[in-house]
């Protein structure tokens, strides 16, 4: 689960870490109130769960209140497009409006689960402000690692050890170090997968600020995290995508025009690889997982449908754990319900699939059956490129 930066800047400040002085409003007239109050000039950042804002045009200058509240204006309403949001961009629905700081220099500090050594590895460098993907292909050797014990959490000394290499003044040390600290803190006792302060700002002062985060939770840990749960800001998220989480389903958008019903995340890469392979485009697969029941199913064919750009349907099941007689009248019941009007493709195998095909075949339904995921593939392809061409 994602939360915005205004969000992440206040968890962190419980933990210690400085931030700037600011507040999250939702109208112009807010953003001058805010501004002034500051009394200083100040930055005006839509807050969005993406990164890329500034080269988008979402992170503003403002050198008053009233220009506070024009920039605010602006950014307010406005569709932000970033390398992060796709072509479609993300409604801009909030923006923070923060003090503008006198900067020295930028680092970069960010705690990350190393899945090499099944620990969190804390990276740090000197080049802040940056994509730090960016540096770690031109300029690896500018980025320094600490892996942290997470029976004894990370240590004072191996803060100190990177904060000189990092080039920090002896006299500023300590905060750093401090700094450090309750990053590792946020990360392990909030259940993060990822905390990430980019850039961390040294003042012209010599203070530690983290001009801006970005924190991203494990969504299996959330029962244990109700607080952060109710972080969750539903309008960032794809509606369907949200739909599927109430059924307890696994739903998740592309761009093609074949909707994929799978149980299980290699399943679903697999089926999605071997349809471009065949020349076809996903446009989303949906991951029944292994226990869904008859209804789950049936509420999962109807989210994939709801789909307008897809086309046609492949569904591609291993039944282990899930069986594929409940696959099969899952898709019956709702193929029935929803009066389906595409290329429907299905393909079993696994736990009763002799009695899921027999429901298959004996539904009256237009249902085109696979026995491998490249016939599967091969057809679905098929039959939406003639329906495509018959439009044509």
């Given at each position: 689960?994602?939360?915005?930066?205004?969000?992440?800047?206040?968890?962190?400040?419980?933990?210690?870490?400085?931030?700037?002085?600011?507040?999250?409003?939702?109208?112009?007239?807010?953003?001058?109130?805010?501004?002034?109050?500051?009394?200083?000039?100040?930055?005006?950042?839509?807050?969005?769960?993406?990164g890329?804002?500034?080269?988008?045009?979402?992170?503003?200058?403002?050198?008053?209140?009233?220009?506070?509240?024009?920039?605010?204006?602006?950014?307010?309403?406005?569709?932000?497009?970033?390398?992060?949001?796709?072509?479609?961009?993300?409604?801009?629905?909030?923006?923070?409006?923060?003090?503008?700081?006198?900067?020295?220099?930028?680092?970069?500090?960010?705690?990350?689960?190393?899945?090499?050594?099944?620990?969190?590895?804390?990276?740090?460098?000197?080049?802040?402000?940056?994509?730090?993907?960016?540096?770690?292909?031109?300029?690896?050797?500018?980025?320094?690692?600490?892996?942290?014990?997470?029976?004894?959490?990370?240590q004072?000394?191996?803060?100190?050890?990177?904060?000189?290499?990092?080039?920090?003044?002896?006299?500023?040390?300590?905060p750093?170090?401090?700094?450090?600290?309750?990053?590792?803190?946020?990360?392990?006792?909030?259940?993060?997968?990822?905390?990430?302060?980019?850039?961390?700002?040294?003042?012209?002062?010599?203070?530690?600020?983290?001009?801006?985060?970005?924190?991203?939770?494990?969504?299996?840990?959330?029962?244990?995290?109700?607080?952060?749960?109710?972080?969750?800001?539903?309008?960032?998220?794809?509606?369907?995508?949200?739909?599927?989480?109430?059924?307890?389903?696994?739903?998740?958008?592309?761009?093609?025009?074949?909707?994929?019903?799978?149980?299980?995340?290699?399943?679903?890469?697999?089926?999605?690889?071997?349809?471009?392979?065949?020349?076809?485009?996903?446009?989303?697969f949906?991951?029944?997982?292994?226990?869904?029941?008859?209804?789950?199913?049936?509420?999962?064919?109807?989210?994939?449908?709801?789909?307008?750009?897809?086309?046609?349907?492949?569904?591609?099941?291993?039944?282990?754990?899930?069986r594929?007689?409940?696959?099969?009248?899952?898709?019956?019941?709702?193929?029935?319900?929803?009066?389906?009007?595409?290329?429907?493709?299905?393909?079993?195998?696994?736990?009763?699939?002799?009695l899921?095909?027999?429901?298959?075949?004996?539904?009256?339904?237009?249902?085109?059956?696979?026995?491998?995921?490249?016939?599967?593939?091969?057809?679905?392809?098929?039959?939406?490129?003639?329906?495509?061409?018959?439009e044509a």
């Open positions: 689960m994602n939360i915005h930066e205004y969000q992440a800047k206040e968890i962190l400040k419980r933990f210690g870490i400085p931030i700037p002085r600011g507040h999250v409003v939702t109208t112009p007239e807010q953003a001058r109130t805010v501004a002034r109050d500051l009394g200083t000039p100040c930055v005006v950042k839509a807050q969005i769960h993406a890329g804002r500034g080269k988008a045009g979402g992170v503003k200058l403002a050198g008053n209140a009233e220009e506070a509240g024009t920039k605010a204006a602006e950014l307010l309403g406005k569709t932000l497009v970033t390398h992060q949001t796709g072509p479609q961009g993300r409604e801009v629905r909030r923006v923070l409006v923060e003090e503008g700081l006198k900067i020295e220099r930028e680092l970069y500090v960010g705690i990350v689960l190393d899945r090499s050594v099944s620990r969190p590895s804390l990276i740090a460098s000197a080049e802040g402000g940056v994509e730090i993907e960016e540096v770690a292909q031109k300029t690896p050797e500018k980025i320094f690692t600490e892996l942290v014990d997470p029976a004894v959490g990370l004072p000394f191996q803060g100190r050890r990177l904060a000189y290499r990092l080039g920090i003044h002896t006299e500023h040390v300590t750093m170090v401090t700094l450090l600290l309750g990053l590792a803190r946020a990360f392990g006792e909030l259940d993060c997968s990822l905390v990430e302060i980019n850039p961390l700002v040294q003042t012209r002062g010599g203070a530690f600020v983290a001009l801006d985060a970005k924190m991203n939770f494990d969504n299996n840990a959330l029962y244990r995290q109700p607080e952060i749960a109710t972080l969750r800001d539903l309008d960032e998220e794809d509606p369907k995508e949200v739909e599927a989480s109430e059924f307890g389903l696994s739903y998740i958008s592309l761009e093609g025009n074949i909707g994929c019903m799978v149980n299980g995340a290699g399943l679903a890469m697999a089926t999605m690889d071997i349809i471009k392979l065949h020349g076809g485009e996903p446009a989303n949906l991951d029944v997982g292994g226990g869904a029941t008859r209804e789950k199913v049936t509420e999962a064919f109807k989210i994939l449908l709801s789909d307008r750009r897809v086309e046609g349907v492949l569904v591609n099941i291993f039944g282990g754990i899930m594929c007689d409940v696959i099969a009248q899952g898709v019956v019941e709702a193929a029935r319900e929803i009066h389906i009007q595409v290329p429907l493709v299905v393909r079993l195998q696994g736990t009763n699939v002799e899921g095909q027999k429901i298959l075949a004996d539904s009256g339904l237009s249902i085109i059956p696979a026995e491998t995921m490249a016939e599967a593939a091969e057809k679905i392809v098929k039959a939406v490129k003639e329906g495509e061409r018959r």
